[in-house]
């Protein structure tokens, strides 16, 4: 016998595409929401039986929770680069309202935020995504205080509120403005009534 053979590895082989999986729920949640598109429908537009998704990912629990995860990698912390440049608090502001309430016409590409939508269905997802929205949400929120008060050290941000307060404020704002795109409002009217109520920062 030649011992240098090497054995066949035991069962099948795998053929499971985890990142096409992964950009298909991902583009799922994000369109259709949580609430309006079944397990059963992922497999099917992502041509994977349920079985071979449940050993890939356990449950929808954690097919759900690689999805958002991939969300924060490809959008989220790009968009997050806004708060990390030498731009003033003024303008990074701005840009923040601009990335809030321009659409893309591209067909391919949903409206509103996928991380606002698992926020508002929260209750209704498993603890493993739960853990990662509110981790996700944490980091964002990290990141507002920390341009607010390098803001505040420039003396470019003199409003009576904490950066901790600041940042909730401003998150919420972008969140609802997000929230009413996703719901087909239209972009120009909840940019008013965003920079109306970011107006109190000046």
Avoid at 28 to 55: F, T
Wanted: aromatic residues 6%; negative net charge.
């Amino acid at each position: 016998m030649n011992s240098n053979s090497t054995k066949a590895p035991r069962g099948r082989p795998k053929t499971l595409n985890r990142d096409h999986i992964l950009d298909v729920a991902m583009q799922a949640y994000w369109k259709e929401g949580i609430d309006d598109i079944s397990l059963n429908e992922i497999c099917r537009k992502a041509k994977v039986s349920k079985p071979g998704l449940y050993r890939e990912f356990g449950n929808e629990d954690g097919l759900m929770k690689a999805a958002l995860l991939v969300y924060w990698e490809k959008v989220l912390t790009p968009v997050l680069q806004i708060v990390n440049t030498d731009a003033s608090f003024r303008e990074t502001l701005d840009n923040l309202v601009s990335f809030a309430t321009t659409v893309n016409n591209n067909q391919n590409v949903p409206k509103g935020c996928l991380l606002v939508k698992m926020r508002e269905s929260r209750m209704r997802t498993g603890e493993a995504t739960q853990e990662q929205i509110d981790c996700i949400h944490g980091q964002i929120l990290t990141a507002y205080e920390e341009w607010i008060e390098d803001s505040k050290a420039k003396g470019e941000f003199s409003a009576d509120m904490s950066p901790q307060f600041a940042a909730t404020y401003i998150d919420a704002q972008l969140s609802n403005a997000l929230a009413q795109i996703a719901r087909g409002e239209q972009n120009n009217t909840v940019k008013e009534i965003l920079t109306m109520a970011l107006s109190v920062l000046d």
